[in-house]
């Protein structure tokens, strides 16, 4: 009899380790793939970027994270992007779309004739010395990005149209990481 219980408490244990063994297993996979679906996911749909910089400045300061949305490439007047300028990526805001004529005169930034007039923009849209030479329209495949701390912004009035190919993508939400 007494051999017949400690068969029976080593096939329990046995199977109790088995148990446990197999959930562990179970746990690590799920683990694994929840990892991989984060991984693809901010690989191919969203991406997250540091700005250290200042032309977006006060609606993206310098410091803070940005993530966009890397599918969507089709762009209207107040999107706001993140793209490359010689090596660093950057943001800024959408003010013109292909087809659109950008002017930027004594009297501010204006679109297709049209004066633009913006709550968001606290300085005045002037242009570069060594900068574009306006008026500009904007080609197919091509967007014009200005930033919102114009003084001190690299944009297209110094580089030009941007292709919408080196746009990274648009930006849908911005992580504060400094002066909150």
Do not use: H
């Not at 959930?23 to 799920?30: E, P």
């Not at 993206?60 to 010689?86: H, N, P, Q």
């Not at 990526?89 to 204006?110: E, F, M, P, S, W």
Request: glycine content about 8%; overall charge negative; charged content about 25%.
């Amino acid at each position: 009899m007494k051999n017949e219980t400690e068969l029976s408490n080593k096939n329990n244990n046995i199977v109790q380790e088995t148990s446990v063994a197999q959930d562990i297993v179970q746990l690590l996979l799920k683990i694994a793939f929840i990892v991989l679906a984060v991984f693809l996911i901010f690989t191919f749909l969203y991406g997250i970027v540091r700005i250290n910089d200042v032309s977006m400045k006060p609606a993206i300061k310098d410091g803070d994270l940005v993530m966009y949305y890397r599918l969507d490439k089709r762009f209207i007047s107040g999107d706001v992007a993140v793209f490359e300028d010689d090596g660093r990526t950057t943001t800024g805001r959408v003010v013109a779309v292909a087809g659109d004529t950008v002017d930027i005169t004594k009297n501010g930034l204006k679109i297709n004739g049209a004066e633009q007039i913006s709550q968001d923009i606290y300085f005045d849209t002037t242009q570069f010395k060594d900068g574009v030479d306006f008026p500009v329209t904007v080609g197919n495949g091509q967007v014009f990005i200005l930033g919102d701390n114009r003084p001190q912004a690299s944009d297209s009035r110094i580089y030009g149209c941007i292709d919408i190919k080196d746009v990274k993508g648009k930006v849908i939400a911005i992580i504060r990481s400094r002066g909150i």
